[in-house]
């Protein structure tokens, strides 16, 4: 699909050469029978020369390829406009770029919401200590979890006051649905609890980008198809709460050196479980810890998480069980987890991630 959008651009380009070899008198043009002046031939070939470079930013992802693209359609157009009897059908190719630079558009803008959030936390929410962890430190946690935090080597490192993590994985809305691939990138800061979620996946072969983001205590979620089209959006009270619980997890399975947080009290089970109440400000949730005899974290399971598709927020168990234990940047951690809501009629697993990476303690966005 890329490789035809670009040959697409680059025969438009190419053709645009056409006006310029006219009114210069390179080439006689038989398809071009209208008289075009040389300013008017300036023109044809600054339309070509754009829809090349917007071509060649376009294929290598470049974020501002949309601008030219625009420029370059607005300039095509207007030539068209005024040698319509000729050129009249190569609106049909500025219509189809339009569209795909709009939805790149449409992705640097929420990009840009997001890197905005992160960067504004960069510099008013990044001031914890980040002197090493140590057995003090981790003395008022129940014995499991300095164990949890021994075998992921986080005693003795850096404490965490942010991350910045990467995932690939899938999400689906209906048990029967195939999943959608997906890309996501994530800031989380602990000085005072928020979570930046920035997701990319397609559906119906059509791009879709999704932005959570949880600061203050105020949670949305947003899905735009195309990049511009609504299709979720999450938030409210629920939502607020349901994002505190994700916040935790992020905690539990990325950031463990985190858990010694003041702002969660522990209830030990037994043996191998333990409670975790979490409060932000107004709000409080929990969840139950599930480890095995390694000391691995195995599983997350909360009752404080609303399934939402936006419109309506239903209480279900929510489950995160995490395997696989890797060296993440010098952290022994879970590297795949399920996502799985635990409904009457059976559990329904609405989403796989994987980890690309995970960085911590960074002192700004481009680290």
Known sequence: MRITFLIIVLLHGLIHLLGFEKAFGFKEVKELTLPISKPFGTVWIIAA??????G????????????????????????????WKDARFGTIPNLIILCVALVSLGSYLLHSEFTSRVKMDFSKNNQLSTEPLTENDIAHLPTIVQKYLHYTKSVGQP?????????????????DDKYIKLESVQFNFY?????????????????ATGLHLYKNETATFEVKLLNWFKVVDAKGDKMNQAETVTLLNDMCVIAPA???????TWQTINDSSVKALFKNGSISISAVLYFNKKGELVNFISNDRYETDGKKYVSYTWATPVEEYKMINGYLLPSKAKLIYQRPEGDFTYGELKYKSVKYNLTNIED
């Open 159 to 175: 404490k965490v006051k942010n991350f910045r993590a990467e995932f690939t994985g899938g999400m689906r809305s209906k048990p």
């Open 191 to 207: 000085e005072k609890p928020s979570r930046y979620f920035y997701m990319t996946a397609s559906k119906m072969r059509l791009p």
């Open 49 to 54: 020369i754009l829809f090349v470079i917007y």
């Open 258 to 264: 985190t858990l010694i947080d003041r702002r969660i």
């Open 56 to 83: 060649i930013l376009y294929f290598i992802n470049n974020k501002q390829a949309w601008l030219v693209g625009i420029i370059a359609v607005i300039i095509s157009q207007i030539v068209i406009f005024f040698f």
